[in-house]
Every structure is written in C-alpha cells, then in structure tokens.
C-alpha cells in the first residue's frame, strides 16, 4: 500500500503547535482541508468525499456501509461478517463464466437447501434417509453451479491493476472495505466497487460459510480469551444485541443461508447507508462525475432504522469465574454512554492516564511496582461505540498470583480516580498524544480515507475530526472526578475471571482378574 507520510520534523512541529494554539488556528488547519475536500451526496443518497493529496500517483479508497455485527437479524447472527466474506465473491459482472446460467443454478441451490434445511430442523418426526437424499440433491445443486464460478477474479482484477492492501473488516457498529491504487486507475476501482455494492452475486456461499464456522472456531471456540469475552458480553447486556459475538453463534452460522444474505444485503447495502471517501491524487473535477457514473446507477432504498432496543440500566454487580488449565485472566468493564455523550473525551482521557505506555497508572502500580501483572490496561467504547458501550478494564496475573489480586489492584487505581485529582503532567500528556494520535490518523491517504468516512457517518460532518480537538482541550480534573464517580461503581459493573485449575487426568483402567492356571478349586 502507497503510504503518503508527513516528514517526522513537520509532524513533530505541528503536534508541538496544536498544544499552544487557540481555537482560531484550528479553524486555519481546518481550512486547508476544506479547500481540498468535496462532499457530494448523489441522488440515491450515497454519499463520496473526494480529498486530493497530490503528493505521489496514487489514491485510496475507504467505503463505509453502517451496518455490523450489532445489526444481525435474530437467529443470523453473524450475518454482517458473512456477507463481507461475500463482498469478494465478485457480481453479475465479475466472476462468472455466464450469469444468466450461473443464476438459474443458483436458484436451484437455494431450492435444495430450502427443502435439506426443512428437514433438518425438525424436531419431531425428521426421517434420515429423506435428509441424506435432500443432502446430496443439495450438494449436487451446489457442485453444477461451481461450473460458472472464476475463482477470485474480483481480486485478481484489482490486483493486476496495481490494487494493495485489499482488505474489510466487520465490526459491531460497521463494514469496511478499503484499498490503495494507481490514480489512472480510478475508473476501474469504480465499476469494480459499484459493481460489488449494487450487484453482489452469493456464488460459493455455503463453501464460504465453512470458512466462517472454522473462523469461529479459531477466534472463539479454541482459544480462552474469546470464550471469556463472548461469556462477558453475553452477562454484560441483557437486552442489547452488543450481548451477540460479531462472528455468530455456531447454530446461526450453520444455518444462515444465500437467501438470508442476499436479503441482508438489500436491507443495509443501500446508498444511503454508504460513506465512501478517496483520497490522494485524484483531481475533484473529473474524478466527481466519473464516480457519479457508476456509484449513481445503485438503485436507491430507505435508510435502514436504527435498532429500536435500548439496554436498560445495570442495577446489580454481575461476575462470571471460568475454570479451566489455561492462562489466568481478569476483566471487567463499566456501562457507558454512545460516542455523542459530551463526556466523551473525558473517557478517552481516563483511557490513556491508565494504559498509555510505561508511565500510565495501570502499568505502573500492577506491572513495575507491585510485579503482579503481565500486562493491564483499560479502553473505552467496548464492543462498540455506536450505542452505549463499556470502559473495560484487564489484566494478565504473573505466574503466582491469581484474578483476584487483579481485581483488587485495579479497583484501588479507580478509586484514585474517583477521589484525588490527576496530576497536570498526567493531562497534558493525554492531551499532547491525543493530538498526536490524530495527526497519525492523517499521515497516509489510506488513514485520511478512513477518518473521513467514520465521521462524515457518525456526525454527518467529516469536520467533526478537527473539532474533537477543541473537545479534547476542554477535558479537566474535574472532568476525570465527576466521570469516573458517575460510572465506576459495583453495581454498574460486570467481570469476568478465568482461573486455572489443573487438567483433569483420568484414572487409569482396573486391571480384570487374570484366571489362575488350572481353574477353580
């Protein structure tokens, strides 16, 4: 991937700058943007943001669909991950070797598994012979429409056209799918783009819905910390669907079908519910109507509802202790609000005085003096931050010493929060990597592309990403006091441990009386 970097010594300038500024010289750094950033939302209500960045010959693209995990109909959980693995498979256009008979065998798939699937979730009277059979018709339906499918040539298309760093990603608030590219290749990223997100096809669905369940089975079902944090969420939230893991419930996922996903698609993929921002060596005036071109043709939808279920307020302390021969751990995290509370920057300050780096509280109380942890740390907007989320909090017990200890160790460090003001060394040093951290964000066209998209989305404003400066300015002691008393308390707080305990070795056999020579006396 072309990565279009600031020079260190004007990065470091500009951050030493942005911590004596006024208010006024970010609305000058904002300007500079706003002379080279266009917004333009098309008829069917999908919205680009063009940035040029002349720098070198290459653009990349980030688009933005608001629609994750947490938006994943009952019994298809894991729907939004599936289909961003089907994002890839190509469309009407690319990956076929002929699609209107590729279609009509494709029906016939979704045909047998409908009639394999009916049987196979009955629960009284289901006759095995008769799922067999409907298994095989249903396999043979799949391996006839294998015959049209070119594997991978959405890919190798762009690739071969000079694309890096193809990649998504499925998260519970949003999908993202992303790239960089030579910038006289800008059409072709186009149709390529437009062609995936109005004209999907759902080829290879149920081979793809295999590499999901083994997913699941990495991320999850192997491996303890994603056992931990799927029991953690699932006791955290009651209502909410953040209770339900991004990559879905083994039972879901082996019966999500090609015709769930395709209604899915046409549900939450529609324009206006798309961000899409390119940025880098593109010229506005003739990139904007080649992008109209393809991106305008998307039939427009409705905007899907935001989810109508609300989680009610955590009344009593809730833990969870998991026992078995692996690494101990501890967590546990704190209900708050969404990422348009006014307190927002002031959970991101207390994020950072507690875990960032050797000199932040939580690294130096567990891991330097005490010598109890591995590693603790604390971050907020957990599993998402589109609805109200958590502040979670963890640490990994050195050899000798037990969750418990973690636990304590960490409520005395809130404590410390709640009741002592932070030092002014400890809120400059939030304020200075803050900004830093947002300069990072801009350093590489790919970085630029993805703030552009998430906060054009999130506020309906890209200039959202300067003005969080002002916010994170206005961050104070007594900030930090007043938050941390309003929502570190017991019965706002869920956790989680894992204790070790030995592996189970089982008896050996009894060995069975051997008869004596010569047989009974």
């Known amino acids: 991937m072309a990565r279009i970097k600031l020079g260190i010594a004007a990065a470091l ?8 500024v006024a208010q006024a010289q970010y609305a000058t750094y904002l300007s500079n943007f706003e002379k080279r950033t266009t917004v333009k939302v098309l008829p069917n209500g999908l919205t680009l943001i063009i940035c040029e960045r002349h720098e070198a010959p290459v653009f990349s693209f980030y688009t933005l669909v608001d629609a994750g995990s947490v938006d994943d109909p009952q019994g298809e959980s894991g729907l939004a991950h599936m289909f961003e693995h089907m994002a890839f498979k190509g469309s009407t256009e690319i990956g076929t070797t002929d699609y209107a008979a590729e279609k009509i065998a494709l029906a016939k798939v979704e045909t047998a598994y409908a009639a394999y699937d009916a049987e196979y979730r009955k629960r009284v009277g289901q006759n095995p012979a008769k799922l067999a059979e409907l298994k095989k018709s249903f396999e043979d339906a799949q391996a006839a429409a294998e ?15 000079g694309a890096v760093g193809i990649n998504a990603s499925t998260e519970e608030d949003s999908t993202q799918y992303f790239w960089s590219m030579p910038s006289n290749r800008l059409q ?16 290879e669905f149920y081979k793809e819905r295999n590499v999901v369940q083994e997913e699941r089975r990495m991320r999850v079902d192997s491996n303890p910390i994603g056992r931990m944090v799927e029991q953690f969420l699932a006791t955290a939230y009651t209502a909410h669907h953040y209770r339900v893991p991004g990559v879905g419930w083994e ?14 698609h046409a549900k939450y993929y529609v324009p206006s519910n798309i961000v899409i921002a390119v940025v880098g060596d593109v010229n506005t005036a003739q990139a904007l109507p080649v992008l109209e071109r393809y991106f305008g043709a998307i039939p427009a939808g409705p905007k899907p509802p935001e989810l109508a279920t609300v989680e009610p307020p955590q009344t009593a302390e809730k833990s969870v202790v998991i026992r078995e021969a692996t690494q101990p751990f501890y967590l546990e995290g704190y209900h708050k609000p969404d990422y348009r509370d006014p307190d927002d920057a002031v959970y991101d300050a207390i994020a950072d005085i507690f875990s960032n780096g050797r000199t932040a509280r939580l690294y130096r109380s567990l891991v330097r003096d005490q010598k109890i942890a591995a ?10 931050e589109k609805y109200p989320g958590l ?42 990597r803050a900004r830093a951290d947002i300069l990072r964000g801009l350093a590489d066209n790919q970085g630029l592309a993805h703030e552009l998209a998430e906060y054009q989305t999130r506020y309906g404003d890209w200039r959202e990403l300067f003005r969080q400066l002002n916010r994170i300015d206005a961050v104070n002691k007594a900030d930090i006091r007043r938050v941390a008393n309003k929502i570190f308390t017991a019965n706002n707080r ?5 204790e070790f305990v030995p592996p189970h070795t089982p008896p050996p056999p009894t060995q069975s009386a051997q008869p004596q020579a010569g047989g009974a006396k």
């Open 13 to 20: 300038a500009f951050v030493i700058a942005l911590s004596t």
């Open 147 to 161: 015959k049209y499918v070119i594997p991978n040539q959405f890919s190798e298309v762009a690739e071969a056209n």
């Open 188 to 203: 072709l990223w186009a149709w390529l783009e437009s062609q995936r997100i109005g004209h999907p096809v759902e080829r």
């Open 251 to 264: 039972s879901d996922i082996s019966q999500v079908s090609a015709t769930e996903a395709a209604a899915f």
């Open 375 to 384: 590693e603790a740390e604390g971050f907020p907007g957990f599993p998402g």
């Open 391 to 432: 502040f979670a909090v963890y640490a990994v017990p050195l050899p000798g010493h037990t969750p418990e200890e973690m636990r304590v160790a960490i409520h005395k460090e809130i404590d410390k929060l709640k009741t002592t003001d932070v030092t002014d060394a400890e809120l400059e040093r939030f304020k200075t």
């Open 494 to 498: 869920t956790g989680v441990s894992i």
